[in-house]
């Protein structure tokens, strides 16, 4: 289903039961602002701060990585001296610009402010930024150029808890004794949020993504965030807004945001009739955390993007860089082996849809206008059936690393149709058969 502009409701088509509704769902007037979104499918999160530094260990505890200074509740004397200690030298915003870009990504989240309130941009509303550092860099300025000379779009993530600003509150109950409450008042804080955002948003070009995150305080009311919402609407417009910005007391139906963002999971039907983006660690933490050695494999995180792509939703992998400025050797490592991937099969996530299947165990799949692209779960050769698919494909072929395609046999199978797959696979993290067609073919649900 097509709507006026031209892009498939790719959320809409993820159960079976919405897809009946199809011809009669009448889909949602859709903004041109989601359009090259709903096409990425496919973007970079970084995680980076002051707790970089800390790589996860305060004095040989090992528990956290970007929630260090709440979780060992360091005095915030001793956090803020970590300013003097930012000096990245190794930061080189077009290497993780190029690695995103070959991973197949077409956009990139940078913390610009985590809950520890140190801004990655030159701030004229506080002194606790980039430039009050050895390094004197703005990380803003920085990536949003390299991002934009290769073509990738900008988003930045901004917490509004911030355990840092004198006037945040509540206050960690922790601190209450050594850094009481007194005199701090919430407005004002709100004030500096403001002002912190319209920097954000207002020195770096066009900003694509805004995504917010620590919003779940009492403090931060659904009232706040519609104002908040409204003044960046009103001058900047084509900004994309996460479901995060909203605050307490949201009335049923009038929740902000453009996007849904479930957190470490790939919800099971998709969310139909949203937008929405899985926000997904390589490990097990978003910062850099030097001990933690879970890290998924290449085929896992290939498999968590095609998982995504197939409910119709995108997927934000996350990347901690260490302090120095470089991406973890095992993000690297991922990320080269998922561009290797993509190079070969990156047009059956881009641009694409959900799948139009019934639940199989053979394969996920994703859509396009002409093609119904198949990533095969395990490897059985001979018959592939095609469930429930009424329209014969002009050609089906096997991709291999190589990017050489093998034709596959069509064959009439149990009143539709399946394709013949040879004895061994192509040597790929995740075999894709695309079957095309002279037009959107018919798949009963
Ligand atoms: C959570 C965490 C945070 C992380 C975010 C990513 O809200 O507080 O550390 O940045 O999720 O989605």
Redesign the pocket.
């Known amino acids: 289903m097509t709507s006026r502009r031209g892009f498939v409701a790719s959320a809409v088509l993820a159960t079976p039961a919405a897809r009946r509704l199809l011809p009669t769902i009448r889909v949602a007037a859709s903004h041109d602002r989601m359009q090259w979104w709903r096409e990425a499918r496919f973007g970079m999160?970084l995680?980076w701060g002051l707790y970089s530094i800390l790589a996860g260990d305060w004095h040989g505890d090992e528990h956290s990585?970007?929630?260090i200074r709440n979780n060992d509740k360091i005095p915030i004397d001793e956090y803020d001296a970590l300013l003097t200690r930012w000096n990245p030298t190794d930061f080189d915003p077009d290497a993780w610009a190029a690695m995103a870009q070959r991973a197949g990504m077409k956009y990139v989240v940078l913390?610009t402010k985590?809950?520890e309130g140190f801004c990655l941009f030159d701030s004229a509303v506080t002194s606790f930024d980039v430039m009050h550092t050895p390094a004197s860099r703005d990380i803003c300025r920085e990536l949003s150029r390299a991002l934009r000379k290769r073509g990738l779009r900008v988003g930045w993530?901004h917490?509004i808890?911030d355990w840092h600003h004198p006037d945040y509150l509540p206050r960690r109950d922790w601190e209450v004794a050594t850094r009481p409450a007194d005199g701090a008042d919430f407005s004002r804080y709100v004030q500096y949020l403001h002002a912190s955002v319209d920097e954000i948003l207002s020195n770096y070009g066009p900003i694509d993504v805004l995504?917010f995150?620590?919003q779940?305080e009492p403090t931060w009311t659904h009232h706040l965030a519609v104002s908040l919402y409204h003044e960046i609407r009103a001058r900047h417009p084509d900004v994309i807004i996460n479901n995060?910005i909203d605050g307490a007391g949201a009335p049923k139906g009038e929740e902000l945001g453009d996007f849904g963002?479930p957190?470490?999971t790939v919800p099971a039907m998709g969310l139909p009739g949203k937008d929405w983006e899985s926000?997904i660690t390589m490990n097990d933490d978003?910062?850099y955390k030097a001990s933690d050695h879970n890290w998924k494999s290449a085929r896992q995180l290939v498999d968590i993007l095609v998982e995504t792509a197939s409910k119709g939703g995108n997927l934000?992998l996350?990347v901690g860089p260490m302090a120095n400025g470089l991406f973890p050797p095992e993000a690297v490592d991922r990320l080269d082996e998922i561009a290797r991937w993509m190079k070969v099969h990156g047009d059956a996530i881009h641009a694409t849809t959900a799948s139009r299947f019934p639940a199989t165990d053979r394969f996920r799949s994703t859509t396009t206008s002409r093609a119904l692209h198949l990533f095969l779960t395990d490897w059985q050769p001979g018959v592939l059936p095609l469930p429930g698919l009424r329209t014969r494909p002009k050609s089906a072929s096997l991709r291999g690393l190589s990017g050489a395609a093998a034709r596959l046999a069509v064959v009439d199978h149990d009143g539709g149709f399946a394709v013949v797959l040879p004895p061994s696979p192509p040597p790929t993290l995740r075999p894709v058969v695309t079957l095309r067609f002279g037009g959107l073919p018919v798949v009963q649900a």
């Open positions: 999160f995680h990585a970007e929630w913390t985590h809950h993530y917490s808890m995504w995150d620590g779940w995060r963002t957190e470490q926000c978003w910062g934000l996350n």
